[in-house]
Nanobody, 122 residues
Framework: QVQLVESGGGLVQAGGSLQLSCTAT????????MAWFRQAPGKEREFVAL????????SYQDSVKGRFVIARDNAKNTVTLQMNSLQPEDTAVYYC???????????????WGQGTLVTVSS
């Protein structure tokens, strides 16, 4: 069973940047896809970005393309999310998750972190 721990959230002004990090433990190698989701108050959890074992195989939600970059270090079992040009609508709890295959469906992800809060002020 893999455990995921996120870090790096916080308060930032609009236009600023933050980097989130997620470390997986409990397994020597995390197979499959590592992804970031987010959930804003009163809204459903939504896909943000995912990356396969090879970083080139990344995909993003349309609203974050060109602003967010997901990267994975397989040797360290970590995945990061560099978030630039943050906007108030990016405010949410961000979750790291693992799935056996590439998908944007929340239900396909079986391992989740506890989440880290990102607040973007206007």
């Amino acid at each position: 069973q893999v455990q995921l721990v996120e870090s790096g959230g916080g308060l930032v002004q609009a236009g600023g940047s933050l980097q989130l990090s997620c470390t997986a433990t409990g397994r020597a190698v995390v197979d499959g896809v590592m992804a970031w989701f987010r959930q804003a108050p009163g809204k459903e959890r939504e896909f943000v970005a995912l990356v396969g074992r090879i970083s080139a195989t990344a995909s993003y939600q349309d609203s974050v393309k060109g602003r967010f970059v997901i990267a994975r270090d397989n040797a360290k079992n970590t995945v990061t999310l560099q978030m630039n040009s943050l906007q108030p609508e990016d405010t949410a709890v961000y979750y790291c998750a693992v799935a056996p295959f590439a998908t944007t469906r929340v239900q396909a992800y079986r391992a989740w972190g506890q989440g880290t809060l990102v607040t973007v002020s206007s």
